[in-house]
T-cell receptor, first 112, second 119 residues
Framework: QKEVEQNSGPLSVPEGAIASLNCTYSDRGSQSFFWYRQYSGKSPELIMFIYSNGDKEDGRFTAQLNKASQYVSLLIRDSQPSDSATYLCAVNRENTGNQFYFGTGTSLTVIP | GAVVSQHPSWVICKSGTSVKIECRSLDFQATTMFWYRQFPKQSLMLMATSNEGSKATYEQGVEKDKFLINHASLTLSTLTVTSAHPEDSSFYIC???????????????FGPGTRLLVL
């Protein structure tokens, strides 16, 4: 079982819709969760992180964490064509020598 | 804040030569830096974890004698691809950990990457 799993997609949504990206992780000891966006040909950039159960909002982005279900999601409201990218979920476990575990990413296309 | 730079952004070299890539954290100190490789349309592959003042930890299957990593200061790590071959052509990306090293709050910030083409 992989540490972090994401649906590779592609996920297509119309402009203005809500895009929902999901991620599951295997280790209950995981404590911090990150979402990165990677445009084609570019390096990943951090969108947001979440540590506690519940929702965390930042502009059009909302991260949702459910540790009991080992599930973290990213919602993008009012999706724009510029949101078209691959979204990487990453999980960090304390005291594991800085181990970050990345999912393989979900490709999102926002259709104008 | 949390800016990471890489140099060079592009490098083309002949087979058999060595190439050095620099990764710098510009506005924070990073006890830990990470080196990744990414082939087209594939996911990130962690090559090694670089800790300031100590030897790097390499992932399984990554040749430490071929990919030399030096983390000489809290703001600089270098990756040297020795005796490069065409199969080493890839997108090399570094990241730096901001925050208390090893703590769950530590966050990775990525550099812009270096494209290596070995002829």
């Amino acid at each position: 079982q992989k540490e972090v799993e994401q649906n590779s997609g592609p996920l297509s949504v119309p402009e203005g819709a809500i895009a929902s990206l999901n991620c599951t992780y295997s280790d209950r000891g995981s404590q911090s969760f990150f979402w990165y966006r990677q445009y084609s040909g570019k390096s990943p950039e951090l969108i947001m992180f979440i540590y506690s159960n519940g929702d965390k909002e930042d502009g059009r982005f909302t991260a949702q964490l459910n540790k009991a279900s080992q599930y973290v999601s990213l919602l993008i409201r009012d999706s724009q064509p510029s949101d078209s990218a691959t979204y990487l979920c990453a999980v960090n476990r304390e005291n594991t020598g800085n181990q970050f575990y990345f999912g393989t990413g979900t490709s999102l296309t926002v259709i104008p | 804040g949390a800016v990471v730079s890489q140099h060079p952004s592009w490098v083309i070299c002949k087979s058999g030569t060595s190439v050095k890539i620099e990764c710098r954290s510009l506005d924070f100190q990073a006890t830990t830096m990470f080196w990744y490789r990414q082939f087209p349309k594939q996911s990130l592959m962690l090559m090694a974890t670089s800790n300031e003042g100590s030897k790097a930890t390499y992932e399984q299957g990554v040749e430490k004698d071929k990919f030399l990593i030096n983390h000489a200061s809290l703001t600089l790590s270098t990756l040297t691809v020795t005796s490069a071959h065409p199969e080493d052509s890839s997108f090399y990306i570094c990241s730096a950990g901001e925050g208390l090293a090893g703590a769950f709050q530590e966050t990775q910030y990525f550099g812009p990457g270096t494209r290596l083409l070995v002829l």
